[in-house]
């Protein structure tokens, strides 16, 4: 299925974000996440089912006034 | 002289946006040089190949600072609210300083929204530093629904025009006295920050006129320099001023004075 992550389309055949993240370089990294414009918490990664055209977002610190 | 906020002591009143430094180096050398406690820092699209988030955490650990996530760049409640929501995961932290922008021109705040978002952040127990205009009904508003600190902005963000309207912040400082005020945004100068502090405000943020001055590790020395002087004019009961002059040496005595026939 084609998903929007970061902004950008693309495809992946995993279901769960938790095993989106892992597939897509994610792995141990500090980030926090969006789905659909919705706060996704890290204990809810697993439980979080991706659909075709879901928006997903991952971001991390960054430098900011 | 220490400053409270939301019940915790801080020592600096010098709030230090951490963005547009010239390298990691030099933002760390001035991060020290202003001996500031607490950092502002954002949330961004991470890339899965470059990473740059994870060493910008690496570097923000080592400082040991307070950290203040923001929400700049958010144009709804909703956004705002979900970008806090990641900001509190990724930082451990409840603090959020709240930006809900209104205008691309100016980054004006967005105060209907402002008050939204801080509503609805409060409920779900955040600590919010709202980035409002001088307007004393918003204020009024914001700590209505919760807020226990207001950063009116001093003029457009990275404009660095300092004080655009000295009576508005006056007239907010006399409103709200018990309130911690922090300047946000527009500073361009120390002298701007030192006004600010001499009119009373508890503190002020920024970041810009630092970052992108010649020598950032100075200009944040001269910053924090600068607001250490306007509390200290402000706690000192400065004199009011005069339309005439007044000697300040005595004029009885004054040598060859004959009095005038």
């Known amino acids: 299925m084609q998903i929007i992550l970061n902004g950008e389309t693309i495809s992946t055949e995993e279901t769960t974000l938790e095993a989106l993240l892992a597939e ?3 792995s141990n990294c500090s980030v926090a996440t969006a ?4 706060f996704i918490a890290k204990k809810e990664y697993a439980n979080t089912r991706l659909h075709p055209e879901c928006v997903v977002e991952v971001v991390a610190p960054m430098q900011g006034g | ?21 010239p390298s990691p180096k030099i933002l760390q050398e001035s991060i020290l040089a202003s001996a500031c406690d607490i950092i502002t820092v954002s949330v961004r699209r991470e ?22 996530p923001n929400t700049a760049g958010c144009r709804t409640a909703k956004e705002a609210i979900t970008t ?32 939204e978002a801080a509503q609805e952040l409060i409920a779900q127990g955040f600590k919010v530093f709202p980035y409002t205009t001088d307007d004393i009904i918003v204020g ?8 226990e600190v207001l950063m009116p902005w001093g003029s457009p963000i990275g404009s660095g025009r300092g004080l655009q309207n000295p009576f508005a912040l006056e007239t907010m400082r006399a409103y709200f006295p018990d309130t ?41 020395k001269a910053f924090a320099l600068a607001i250490e002087a306007g509390r200290m004019s402000f706690l000192s009961d400065p004199i009011e001023q005069r339309d005439m002059a007044a000697p300040s040496t ?10 005038t026939p």
């Open chain 1, 24 to 26: 897509q370089g994610y």
């Open chain 2, 47 to 68: 890339s899965s190949r470059e990473k740059a988030g994870q060493h910008f955490w690496r570097l923000l650990q080592e400082t040991q600072t307070h950290i203040l």
């Open chain 2, 140 to 147: 009024e508003r914001l700590l209505g629904v919760g807020c």
């Open chain 2, 180 to 220: 911690p005020l922090i300047v946000d945004a527009g500073i361009g100068l120390p002298s701007h920050a030192a006004a600010a502090m001499q009119l009373g405000f508890d503190a002020v943020l920024l970041n810009t006129a630092i970052a992108k001055s010649g020598n950032p590790v100075n200009m944040s």
């Open chain 2, 250 to 259: 005595p004029v009885a005595g004054t040598p060859f004075w004959l009095e």
């Open chain 2, 1 to 21: 002289m220490s400053l409270t906020l939301y019940g915790t002591e801080f020592q600096s009143r010098l709030l230090l946006g951490t963005a547009q430094y």
């Open chain 1, 35 to 38: 789905v659909n414009e919705a």
């Open chain 2, 84 to 115: 806090a929501q990641m900001a509190r995961e990724l930082f451990s932290t409840d603090w959020i300083k709240l930006e809900v922008i209104g205008n691309d021109d100016n980054l004006q705040p967005n105060i209907f929204a402002l008050v």
